[in-house]
């Protein structure tokens, strides 16, 4: 082979690269939006009859408002504020809604398929909050809230702690492979910070604070919707591993470290298996059966490239029993979380980053930007990690929040969820016009 | 009838959508769509205002 030959075999293998990247890509985030069929689904049944509409509609409306959200600022927000509140210059460059990048362009594979995962990363971030707060927040305040997590917030915490050279990273060590703690205690937190000043729905609690269990209109549909989830998750998971550099096949983690997509699959399956099998021991109720299947998922998902497949199954099965127990305690709080968001999310999050600390302490670190030295994962790097989650999801939501209630803007009237939200939409659920008890 | 193509030539052509070489252009659109996002909102927010007075 002549030096020429070889070189344009190279440049032909490098095109080959660049096309199984955008291939591998775009099918892991046409794979995510399963997880926004499923929670379509899940909150619509887990909704009484005259809700269910405006449950569905909200949801929607999240997925439909994040994307030219995260167009325009939310992808710039992760990679330019990577050292804090600065911003970073160099990098908003290629962020920017303006740049040449930022659309179809010939000499770019990349941006495009990694700026659509990542916008569907928001989405469901957003769509967190969704099922929280359902038949009784409004609708315009809610996509609001949810453009402000999914836009804003979640990108924040995901540049410091899910980027090679993000601050929690380079400094602590942190790790959080599959957003354990960017997602899933942010999104969970912010939930709580909304549900604080949403209040409960209408017959919630009673009197003397015991309360009422409100059943959904469809729990078929919701344990579908939750499968449809766990299916979107591989997406989701799959979209967590970067393709194309790094030496053991081309696989690396979100920091550039090394891995394999194998990794990624052995403790995913046992994750699912053993979160919804720690959920069905402990409650034998169907809809936190599924349920256990996230809360195994996130609680295994910090170090999901990492893992010891029975371990990741023993974390999964302990975030199944941890996920309906914290539920419970938030409901003994007089807070009114429809779908155990905080719990399953919030709750759950933060536990798959303590299981980091606690099992994976002393792996080197790995930053694939240069001049960045990482601590070796460390107990303490996953508290700060964990603490930094917290206050960076609720505070927002909080904040927001309170903001709202006192304008008016935040909570339907009693009137309009005692007639049901669905009266503001055209069309009914269903034409029987069945109705809740 | 906008000419908004950014090339002439699909030789060695990079950024190929509308108005890639015009920031103006760029701007337009870009500022269309925040007002195609805000709107829908407000109009949502005094659709819910009425609501709340019809089923009080």
Known sequence: MTPEEMQAAIEALQGLSNTNLEIFYYWCTAIMILIHAGFLMYEMGASRVKHSLASGTKNILAFAFMIPTFYMFGWLIYLSMWQGFTYDPVWGEFGLPMSAIMGPNMADQATGVFWGAFTLFACTTASILSGAVIERIRMASFVVLAVILGSVVWNLAASWGWHPAGWLVTKFGYHDAVASGVVHTISGFFALGVLINLGPRIGKFNTDGSANVIRGHSLPMTITGLMLIVVGFFGFIGACVLYNYGTNGGWVNIYGGPTTLSAYLFNTLMAVAGGIIGCYACTRDPFWMMSGALCGVISAAAGLDLWYPPLAFAIAFAGGFLGPWAAKQIEKMGIDDAVGAVAVHGVCGVWGLLAVGIFLGGYPGFSSWDGFEVPPINMTGQVVGAAVMIATGFIPGYVLSWIFNKLGILRAGDGVQRDGMDNELEGIAYPEEIRSR | ?56
């Open chain 2, 1 to 56: 009838m906008f000419n908004s193509s950014p090339i002439t030539s699909w030789e060695g052509a990079e950024a190929i959508f509308t108005y890639a070489d015009s920031p103006l252009g760029m701007a337009v659109c870009f500022w269309i769509m925040t007002a195609m996002l805000i709107v829908p909102l407000v109009v949502s927010y005094k659709a819910e205002e009425k609501a709340e007075i019809d089923h009080q």
